[in-house]
């Protein structure tokens, strides 16, 4: 049975003069058209091919080898390409667009905007849809994350506290403002990293390694942009926040520790308004 919104590897088996016919088990053969048949690869009849599945306009399967931004059950942001009385139609890559209902706004949209959504197949209709509406496809339960973790993320909104983000599809977790030392901005997809997970099942999240990992890296930055600029850097723990954010997109606070760790052992000086490598 083929699977609708996702990529699905299906056996050929007619060919016609309009396309292919492919084998989509219980629901009967599904057209390949032949503008989408692809003309590097063979399809001759019991070839296999990737293939992904929707609906055409008159709600019957049909197949294409074009590739979406998103499939079903995941989520991307994606661009307003027209409005009508029926709901917002989005680019998601394929010749037809995907629809996002009114009824699944979440504020209201313009052409040109960019909205971060879920895909669904809706039960009634199996037409693959999208919504904006994104709470209920997250998962509520405590998640298992440890803290330091590398995860990807996916920025949504902007908030009072940073950056709402939904962490490797699954969670929603937060990018507090202090921990933002680098443009971002809703839709935008990012590494990041598990900060803390608290007693209430809330996420902190950072876009820099955290703990020891944090610490050795920028310790690191900081000894090859010494050894860049002749073992002399114009920074130090007197510095203004902006000028160390700006250089190497950390808190002051986390510089302040890394220049300390290489003071100790014996690797720079630091000066009031700047610090040196002690073999120059």
Not at 41 to 65: G, H, Q, R
Not at 117 to 134: G, P
Not at 171 to 184: A, D, I, Q, R, T
């Amino acid at each position: 049975m083929a699977v609708i919104g996702r990529m699905n590897s299906l056996q050929v088996v007619k060919h016609t003069d309009f396309g292919l016919y492919l084998d989509g088990g219980a629901d009967g053969e599904i057209l390949l058209p032949k503008r989408y048949i692809p003309k590097n690869i063979p399809s001759e009849i019991d070839d296999w091919l990737n293939v992904f599945i929707y609906l055409d306009s008159e709600d019957k399967l049909i197949a294409t080898t074009e590739k979406p931004k998103v499939q079903v059950g995941g989520f991307a942001s994606l661009k307003v390409v027209d409005i009508n009385r029926v709901g917002l139609f989005l680019n998601w890559g394929l010749t037809k667009d995907l629809l996002l209902p009114h009824s699944e706004e979440k504020r209201p949209l313009q052409i040109g905007d960019y909205c971060v959504v879920h895909v669904f197949v809706d039960k009634r209709s199996r037409r693959i849809t999208a919504t904006a509406r994104l709470d209920r496809y997250l998962d509520n339960t405590p998640a298992n994350y440890k803290v330091a973790e590398e995860v990807d993320l996916l920025i949504v909104e902007s908030t009072d506290m940073g950056f709402k983000a939904i962490i490797n599809g699954k969670h929603w977790g937060l990018l507090h403002k202090n921990e933002l030392f680098k443009f971002v901005r809703a839709g935008m997809e990012e590494k990041g990293f598990i900060k803390e997970v608290r007693a209430d099942g809330k996420i902190s999240l950072s876009l820099q390694p955290v703990g020891q990992a944090a610490a050795s890296s920028l310790s690191e930055q900081i000894l090859a942009k010494l050894r860049e600029q002749d073992g002399v850097l114009k920074l130090s723990d007197k510095s203004p926040a902006e000028e160390i954010a700006a250089l190497f997109r950390v808190s002051k606070g986390n510089f302040k520790k890394a220049i300390g760790g290489l003071y100790k052992q014996g690797l720079i000086a630091i000066h009031s308004d700047h610090i040196k490598l002690i073999d120059n």
